[in-house]
């Protein structure tokens, strides 16, 4: 029988009352809140917002880092009825501005009273809603027209004291059906404005039910948490945790992760790909650092774990040399890969971006298995995820339970089932255009099922170029395999209409500059200087050639251009979950293309 979230956090509750629900790092050290503590402190931020004219189904936004009282704060805005609209705090005003309005939102959470400010700013001055609610208290206690949490929680805590004012809050939570919506999720898109992906609390219960038995993840599990709870692939992570009963640690922040990793010592976690590639990146590099002698008992290592990995995945016997072999090899170095993650790690999911195959192959070498899954906001994250017990590096597996996936005659994937949105908010057009009338939703994204019916993506529909001489070139794949080097952090092929392709650059500052340093070459101190090294060139030119190796002749990279500086998410050339907007990038980069294709 299908459950809101309000009544899944209910039974939760009552099912594991004392034992830890959240973990924050304060003061230096873990602090654990139980499931009751996080339930009182939901149903007082309940109460409060009732009391502020919160209406059933009224929109209210989360625009505030991944932190527990961000968990705390959902829930709460669930207890009352209302819907939840997670927002990214580093949204341009314009966007910012938009998603106020669009949603009709009537409160919103932030950081701080610095938060607040800067949200709304500029464009976004006058679409203040009419509570503003900050996390942590200013230290001169100067919250001007905000009000804290701390307060709120305590005039709800208040209130709760009267039978019939928590009896009225009670009657709300129990008023919510499965047809309610509980989330308005605005995707950032890789071009126009961002669109307000309807998500039910039906929808929610249809993804968190398959995610325990897909993952194996029961109530005594941990995770390490600090994907955004913006992205529908953290916030599916938290009411997962709801449903399955185990624990989560909130990260300090996404650059100590790792850090946090040893401390907390996590049984799963999950991830973009680009933390997977920059610890394989720092690794490689470490070793080559230590000298010859260590570095080829580190390739030589990485070599028996992927001959290891190979067999077993194969359903091969591991023959009794190679397995001493792998005992000294796991030893002297796969279990120090492997260590980087703490001790009790089972596995890490991979998901809101195409994880190279070589890259879960490496880790699954050194005893790391990372799942991979597909998915959209459209389909409440996950569609499709591999399976510790069924799996295949360069796929993202097999549907979820009661999902459908089929491919349409043009290549696009085609999902239906109980997690699919309903529609865009205020958007009937785009909800026309984007479900059929048989309820598939078309997802933009080209790929193929294999036979193993295992889901594997090639590209974006929308993304695919058509050369001048009528070759149809996906270069999603061409980028990826730029990516995989260890130079280069953003990589946009562009050639559609055009006789042959070009490539931009973006370089991996710091990883040049070790090389630079290493290789004694001057003037290293600015990003500027490091792309216009003739050296640092060549370094890319040679990996550049090591991919059109790879290509046939009319995908090959002819000429490319190191860009001066980062793309960056405030220029509106990344999405927050740092996916490229190509045209963005294009339109921004239009002169030094076009100079490319007159070289």
């Given at each position: 029988?299908?459950?809101?979230?309000?009544?899944?956090?209910?039974?939760?509750?009552?099912?594991?009352?004392?034992?830890?629900?959240?973990?924050?790092?304060?003061?230096?050290?873990?602090?654990?809140?139980?499931?009751?503590?996080?339930?009182?402190?939901?149903?007082?931020?309940?109460?409060?917002?009732?009391?502020?004219?919160?209406?059933?189904?009224?929109?209210?936004?989360?625009?505030?880092?991944?932190?527990?009282?961000?968990?705390?704060?959902?829930?709460?805005?669930?207890?009352?009825?209302?819907?939840?609209?997670?927002?990214?705090?580093?949204?341009?005003?314009?966007?910012?501005?938009?998603?106020?309005?669009?949603?009709?939102?009537?409160?919103?959470?932030?950081?701080?009273?610095?938060?607040?400010?800067?949200?709304?700013?500029?464009?976004?001055?006058?679409?203040?809603?009419?509570?503003?609610?900050?996390?942590?208290?200013?230290?001169?206690?100067?919250?001007?027209?905000?009000?804290?949490?701390?307060?709120?929680?305590?005039?709800?805590?208040?209130?709760?004291?009267?039978?019939?004012?928590?009896?009225?809050?009670?009657?709300?939570?129990?008023?919510?059906?499965?047809?309610?919506?509980?989330t308005i999720l605005y995707t950032s898109g890789?071009?126009?404005?961002?669109?307000?992906?309807?998500?039910?609390?039906?929808?929610?219960?249809?993804?968190?039910?398959?995610?325990?038995?897909?993952?194996?993840?029961?109530?005594?599990?941990?995770?390490?948490?600090?994907?955004?709870?913006?992205?529908?692939?953290?916030?599916?992570?938290?009411?997962?945790?709801?449903?399955?009963?185990?624990?989560?640690?909130?990260?300090?922040?996404?650059?100590?992760?790792?850090?946090?990793?040893?401390e907390v010592n996590p049984t799963f976690f999950?991830?973009?790909?680009?933390?997977?590639?920059?610890?394989?990146?720092?690794?490689?590099?470490?070793?080559?650092?230590?000298?010859?002698?260590?570095?080829?008992?580190?390739?030589?290592?990485?070599?028996?774990?992927?001959?290891?990995?190979?067999?077993?995945?194969?359903?091969?016997?591991?023959?009794?040399?190679?397995?001493?072999?792998?005992?000294?090899?796991?030893?002297?170095?796969?279990?120090?890969?492997?260590?980087?993650?703490?001790?009790?790690?089972?596995?890490?999911?991979?998901?809101?971006?195409?994880?190279?195959?070589?890259?879960?192959?490496?880790?699954?070498?050194?005893?790391?298995?990372?799942?991979?899954?597909?998915?959209?906001?459209?389909?409440?994250?996950?569609?499709?995820?591999?399976?510790?017990?069924?799996?295949?590096?360069?796929?993202?597996?097999?549907?979820?339970?009661?999902?459908?996936?089929?491919?349409?005659?043009?290549?696009?994937?085609?999902?239906?089932?109980?997690?699919?949105?309903?529609?865009?908010?205020?958007?009937?057009?785009?909800?026309?255009?984007?479900?059929?009338?048989?309820?598939?939703?078309?997802?933009?994204?080209?790929?193929?099922?294999?036979?193993?019916?295992?889901?594997?993506?090639?590209?974006?529909?929308?993304?695919?170029?058509?050369?001048?001489?009528?070759?149809?070139?996906?270069?999603?794949?061409?980028?990826?395999?730029?990516?995989?080097?260890?130079?280069?952090?953003?990589?946009?092929?562009?050639?559609?209409?055009?006789?042959?392709?070009?490539?931009?650059?973006?370089?991996?500052?710091?990883?040049?500059?070790?090389?630079?340093?290493?290789?004694?070459?001057?003037?290293?101190?600015?990003?500027?200087?490091?792309?216009?090294?003739?050296?640092?060139?060549?370094?890319?030119?040679?990996?550049?050639?090591?991919?059109?190796?790879?290509?046939?002749?009319?995908?090959?990279?002819?000429?490319?251009?190191?860009?001066?500086?980062?793309?960056?998410?405030?220029?509106?050339?990344?999405?927050?979950?740092?996916?490229?907007?190509?045209?963005?990038?294009?339109?921004?980069?239009?002169?030094?293309?076009?100079?490319?294709?007159?070289?």
């Open positions: 029988m299908s459950e809101t979230i309000v009544s899944m956090f209910r039974r939760q509750v009552r099912a594991s009352g004392g034992r830890a629900a959240l973990r924050s790092k304060r003061a230096g050290r873990w602090v654990a809140t139980s499931w009751t503590e996080w339930s009182a402190r939901s149903r007082a931020i309940a109460r409060g917002l009732l009391d502020a004219s919160i209406a059933p189904g009224d929109r209210v936004v989360i625009a505030a880092s991944t932190r527990e009282e961000w968990a705390i704060a959902d829930v709460g805005i669930l207890l009352a009825g209302a819907v939840t609209v997670p927002m990214y705090p580093t949204l341009g005003a314009e966007d910012v501005a938009h998603i106020l309005r669009d949603s009709g939102a009537k409160a919103v959470f932030v950081d701080d009273r610095a938060a607040a400010d800067r949200l709304f700013s500029g464009a976004a001055s006058d679409a203040r809603p009419p509570l503003v609610v900050v996390f942590d208290p200013a230290p001169d206690g100067a919250e001007g027209t905000a009000t804290t949490l701390a307060e709120l929680e305590r005039c709800g805590r208040a209130r709760l004291a009267d039978p019939s004012s928590d009896a009225e809050l009670e009657a709300r939570g129990a008023a919510v059906t499965t047809d309610d919506l509980a890789t071009s126009g404005r961002p669109k307000g992906v309807t998500l039910t609390h039906s929808a929610f219960d249809h993804e968190v039910r398959s995610l325990g038995p897909t993952f194996g993840i029961g109530p005594s599990d941990e995770q390490l948490l600090f994907l955004p709870l913006a992205h529908v692939f953290g916030r599916v992570l938290l009411i997962a945790q709801i449903r399955i009963g185990f624990t989560s640690s909130f990260a300090e922040s996404p650059l100590r992760a790792l850090d946090d990793m040893l999950a991830s973009v790909p680009r933390l997977f590639e920059k610890i394989h990146q720092v690794t490689v590099d470490r070793a080559s650092r230590e000298g010859p002698v260590k570095e080829r008992l580190f390739r030589w290592a990485t070599h028996v774990g992927a001959e290891v990995s190979r067999a077993r995945r194969a359903g091969r016997r591991v023959d009794l040399t190679l397995l001493a072999q792998h005992r000294y090899a796991d030893k002297l170095v796969l279990s120090r890969i492997r260590g980087q993650f703490g001790s009790r790690l089972r596995l890490a999911i991979s998901g809101a971006a195409p994880l190279a195959p070589e890259l879960a192959e490496w880790f699954h070498a050194a005893g790391v298995l990372l799942l991979e899954a597909y998915g959209l906001t459209e389909t409440t994250a996950g569609a499709t995820a591999n399976r510790i017990g069924r799996f295949r590096f360069g796929s993202v597996g097999a549907p979820l339970d009661g999902v459908e996936v089929r491919i349409a005659p043009d290549g696009e994937i085609l999902v239906r089932g109980g997690n699919v949105t309903r529609g865009y908010w205020n958007d009937p057009a785009s909800t026309a255009e984007a479900i059929d009338a048989d309820g598939w939703l078309h997802t933009g994204d080209v790929g193929v099922l294999g036979a193993d019916g295992l889901l594997e993506i090639t590209d974006r529909k929308k993304d695919i170029l058509v050369t001048a001489g009528g070759r149809n070139i996906a270069p999603q794949r061409i980028e990826r395999m730029l990516r995989e080097s260890p130079w280069i952090s953003q990589a946009l092929v562009v050639g559609d209409k055009r006789p042959h392709l070009v490539a931009l650059i973006g370089l991996d500052v710091d990883a040049v500059r070790r090389w630079a340093r290493e290789q004694r070459l001057g003037g290293t101190e600015a990003d500027t200087d490091v792309a216009h090294q003739a050296d640092v060139r060549g370094l890319i030119e040679v990996e550049i050639d090591h991919v059109n190796r790879r290509m046939a002749t009319f995908e090959a990279i002819r000429r490319f251009s190191i860009l001066p500086d980062d793309l960056s998410v405030e220029r509106g050339e990344l999405t927050p979950t740092l996916k490229m907007r190509r045209r963005a990038v294009e339109e921004r980069y239009r002169s030094e293309i076009e100079r490319l294709y007159r070289a």
